[in-house]
């Protein structure tokens, strides 16, 4: 009884100093100004005609690594290789005070492959929302000609990168402007500092000037007439998927089958013969072509294309020649919506003909980059106008909650500042946006009716402001239709087929199909559906068909990850595998794989190896090969963490090498957490602390109750859930019951929510912290593009040790990446790990063994991981389970960081015999708990006798030890082995550290142990 108030009084004690010792992470956000507010402040100002060139190489300041290199990569001169971390800042003495644009000259070094990014600062300040995040591309181009598989099919080449030197204007990465930033110079010394954020770059030289700006096409050409121009027979044509370079790897060469103009064409089998589409729509991206022309003259440029994705507007493509936008009109050109191809002549929709272009003879560049043009003002406006709705929307719940009592009156226009000239203020923004949309796209369609339904919900919450919290569902949808009306306008979908430089008065081919070629094309599809197997993988025609293949040199693969892995998977396989080490690989995709295992084993029909498909029920029934009897075993475990093997490990055993680990990670809304004056919890007594802020202001704090998160509070106290050799639950010990109260009382005292979709609200404000799978960063960057800057993600909080260390243990489960899918949407779990087997009855072990050491290999899961985000899109980021892999991957280095210091306190959760049990019942404990107010002492030890009785039958069926007496003590020690953060089944008396036995001592709470 002493010992355990002497325990109690020494928590007290070290709760209350623990705060002065340990810093918290604080919150700081400031939204900057845009940068039209940036102008005005400066309207007026002159823009002198000067230019200054400033050496690279002549900074005054480095808070990073940096390298002076010498005629480097082909440039003339000394540069400057800067880090992926710290600043570079440069003095230069300016002339004449004004508005000067700023360019850059620099090189791609070799990074992660991810587009690089950097913070400008003048004079030490970050002037303007989107100074602070600028991107410099890297090229990318083909790595060589299009392969054919055995069948015929066309396979699209690797794409690797190709760096070059670029010179380019700072310019707005969102695209709202069109024209390059200008940034005020004083008179005098100032400063230009480059922040890294992402990447390490080369810089060769920074320059100060006025960028030049092209002139209209009528001033351009004013005193030659199209008559004047003598007419030629030159016509080129230039194949779209042929290009040279282009500013990101997604856009390759794509298969459009539906239109029998397209060339080449073929009805039944893949012909790369276009590219863009859906691929190409992000703002910034770009495509180069590289043409030759015979002789000097000019030429008309024309595309055959199509948009025909976003209906009822128009893309945007600004288009270059040789490196300089040769007419004013070319900053923006429409491609209007067409379900078909259509040929567009550049000029021809403005002018009575065809724009001219003087080419001299030799070899030219031509560059189309997806720019916004029009539209990059108006989405401005809308995302200010959804920043502010927001923000309303936030005031408006820390008054009335997200589920506003009907009966109460709020008096909600006097209680928030200002609400209904704001709300007002916004209506009138919004129509105005949807009449200038009208405008540019002459039609009153789809894409106002948003905006204008918006505006009247505002209107009459402005008129009826009692109305206004049965209206926040409304308001709230309306948010979100808002925020996806951004995300959809910043698109600009293009596809083309190919492009035309000729002489002028050529003709132009027909692009439209006559109704028999397409009535004769999709009779043609329509027979090769019979004949054509379009589920197969197939090797390329240069190596034999290993699907006929059936010598001992072959192995069996399945693969259940999807089309576009595998077929990622097997152009790598040809390239690097089976060159490496002679084996070829018959890969097969397949579906519901956990289903096909068992019969296919049975029927002697499995494959040799099983990729995404580690089952451990498989392993413990002897049909899955144990790896730990391949001598280099060892040496590949080290790619993992002990976390990652312990999913597939028992006993001496492992049953799978890890491909994929995830694990969860802690948002926070900067702006929230900063208008709230709130630091980011790094504890769970900072959490209780900030819980009761939270719900004053009705907003909530996120964490899924489920079996990983009652695991994660165990393991953060160093308490295992089972017992040694995972031979009975540890629910019955003290610490496992007084965690689980600890857990339950988060949904029964503290009110968080059981059901949520994580994206939703931390989107909308409601749920400005939560724990989430670490997937859901890459989610919130594409899906929530308003939020940039707003929020962050850090390592979760977690229990604060003697030595004044953090324990952020959390749990990572085998092949369990989704828990539940309901109203509320798809819920991802906080953390699993995927493996890959051999399969017992395999008679090419030693080969399927080649394999797996190929496939976890470092650089095998980086070129994976890359050229499938090149494929699907940041969304699709691999999350690797090889620790040097996952550094490679295109992290961000302030992400990078936080996700490697969680990666830590990962700690694994052993397979169990009837572990379908212990989260089944599990979840009914919960329920009976929190639900059902069930008491928690006696509950837990109900439900933990039925889930011991079936892990005791389960062993029994296995002849494996029930009792704990019984199991020999090399199995006890090699548990715990196994584990890295995890130490203990119960509570066990510490040692006092000698610096709070003196504080207790100096104040006299020091108790006398009994018998002392």
Partial sequence: MRYRRLVWLVGLLWLLVSGLTVAQTSVLYERRITYQDYLAEYQG???????????????????????????????????????????????????????YNLEITYYPAEGRGTTIEREIQINGESLFEGADYLRFHRVFGDAGPSLFDAVGNEIRPRQIEKPQWRTVYLTDTLGYELKPYQFYFKEGKNTIRLVSLAEPLVIAELRLCQAEEPLPYDEAMAGVSSSQVPKGDVFIKIQAEDSTVRSSPSLFAVHDQGDPTTEPYDPAKIRLNSIGGHRWQETGDW????????????????????QNLNRGVFSNRRIMIDGRVPYAELEAVPFNFSARYELKRLGEDTHDSPFLFYLTKGKHELLMEAVLGEWGPLI??????????????????????????????????????????????????????????????????????????????????????????????????????????IMNARKQPLQID???????????????????????????????????DYTSIHSVSELEDTRQTTDENTIKVWIGLGRDQAQILKQMIEDTFTPETG???????????????????????????????????????????????????????????????????????????????????????????????????????????????????????????????????????????????????????????????????????????????????????????????????????????????????????????????????????????VIRTDGTGTVMMPSGTTGSIILAKSTKQDKAWEFLKWWTRTDTQVRFGRELEALIGPAARYATANVEAMQQLPWRVEEREQLMLQWDWVEGIPPVLGGYYVTRQFDWLFRAVVLHNEPIRESVLDYSREINREMARKR?????????????????????????????????????????????????????????
């Fill in 956 to 1012: 029994a069926e296995f002849e494996l030890e029930t009792d704990l007496e019984d199991l020999d003590d090399k199995w006890k020690e090699l548990y715990w082995d196994h584990y890295t953060h995890v130490y203990r089944l119960d509570w066990e008396p510490q040692e006092i550290d000698p610096e709070y036995r003196a504080i207790l001592e100096r104040l006299g709470l020091l108790l006398e142990e009994e018998g002392a």
């Fill in 380 to 485: 401005s406006m809308t995302e200010a106008s959804l920043y502010e709705l927001n923000t309303l929307y936030r005031s408006i719940i820390m008054i009335t909650s997200v589920n506003p009592d009907p009966m109460r009156s709020y008096q909600l226009e006097q209680r928030v500042p200002d609400l209904l000239a704001r709300l007002g203020q916004q209506a009138t923004e919004l129509r105005k946006i949807a009449s200038e949309l009208e405008r540019i796209t002459g039609d009153r369609g789809g894409q106002t009716a948003t905006l204008l339904d918006i505006a009247r919900m505002l209107d009459r919450m402005v008129k009826r402001p009692d109305s206004i919290p049965n209206l926040l569902q409304e308001y709230r949808d309306a948010i979100g239709n808002l925020g996806t009306w």
């Fill in 287 to 306: 495509i180069a072509w590289e043409f030759e022309v015979p002789e000097d003259g000019y030429y008309e440029i024309a595309f055959k294309a199509k």
């Fill in 498 to 532: 190919y492009i035309i430089v000729a002489s002028p008065g050529q003709a132009m081919p027909r692009v439209q199909p006559r109704f028999w070629e397409v009535a004769l094309h999709e009779l043609r599809a329509f027979i090769a559906s019979f004949t054509h």
């Fill in 583 to 817: 084996i070829r690989v018959d890969l097969e995709l397949v579906t519901a794989m956990e289903q096909l295992l068992v019969p296919s084993t049975i029927a002697g029909t499995n494959p040799d190896v099983a990729i995404g498909a580690a089952n451990m029920d498989l392993a413990f029934r002897g049909a899955v090969v144990d790896l730990t009897q391949f001598p280099d075993f060892p040496e590949v475990a080290q790619r993992f963490k002990k976390s990652a093997l312990l999913a597939f490990r028992f006993r001496d055993k492992v049953f799978a090498l890890p491909e994929m680990q995830s694990f969860p990670m802690l948002f926070y809304r900067k702006d929230i957490l900063s208008e709230l004056g709130l630091d980011v919890p790094q504890t769970w007594d900072d959490v209780y602390r900030i819980l009761p802020e939270l719900q004053n202001h009705h907003l909530e704090f996120g964490i899924y109750p489920s079996i990983y998160t009652y695991i994660q509070f165990l393991y953060q106290k160093g308490v295992a859930l089972y017992q040694e050799d995972v031979i009975a639950a540890n629910l019955e010990a003290e610490a496992a019951i007084a965690t689980f109260e600890e857990m339950t009382n988060l949904y029964t005292q503290s009110g968080l929510p059981l059901q949520y979709n994580f994206i939703n609200r931390f989107r909308m404000g409601e749920m400005p912290i939560a724990i989430a799978n670490y997937g859901e960063y890459n989610t919130l960057t594409i899906f929530a593009p308003e939020l940039r800057g707003q929020w962050g993600m850090a390592p979760i909080p977690g229990v604060r040790q003697p030595d004044g260390t953090i324990n952020r243990t959390v749990p990572v489960a085998q092949d369990a990446l």
């Fill in 45 to 99: 100002a002159p823009r002198p005609q000067v230019e200054i060139v400033i050496p690279a190489v002549a900074f005054r300041a480095a808070a990073n690594r940096f390298q002076i290199l010498t005629n480097y990569e082909g440039y003339d001169g000394r540069v400057l290789w800067t880090d992926e971390r710290g600043y570079i800042e440069w003095e230069v003495d300016v002339p004449q005070a004004g508005l």
